[in-house]
């Protein structure tokens, strides 16, 4: 196969790895959204919730899912690293940093979907307008002339 990137080189605002592993990406955009969340806190910290949960869908979210269809992580280690930030956004949103106090119960409170979840739907939403604009005989059979 050959190797068309670096490692530990980003194209596109993904970095890829040569065994296709995400590790060093998700550590990278953990990073960013965990800097991200960290300035909302210092800055944000006495607004409402609302305002609170619309900064953070708007930025930290939308960097923890850009291209997520492509690098999908599946080891349990690599999904906790991009859901961590989440975790910690909703006891910001919800101003509850107990320990005793479920984070789970702070999500479904903000009504927020876990990253999982939207990923999956983002991999299903791709299928679909890839399918809807490649109709099946032009995708797997080229047309001959």
Partial sequence: MAQWWNNKESYLGVTPNTNLRWKHHL?????????????????FCYCEQDTKSTLYKTLVRRKMEYASVM???????DI???ENIR???AQFCKNDH???SSVTAMTKDLKWDSLVFRRKKARLYTAQDYTQHYPREEVYV???N
């Fill in 27 to 43: 550590q990278e955009i953990s990073s960013t959204a965990g800097k991200s969340l960290n300035l909302i806190k210092g800055n």
């Fill in 142 to 144: 080229p047309r001959t």
């Fill in 87 to 89: 975790r910690a956004a």
């Fill in 71 to 77: 690098w999908d992580p599946y080891h349990r280690c």
């Fill in 98 to 100: 107990r320990h005793n």
């Fill in 80 to 82: 906790d690293t991009v």
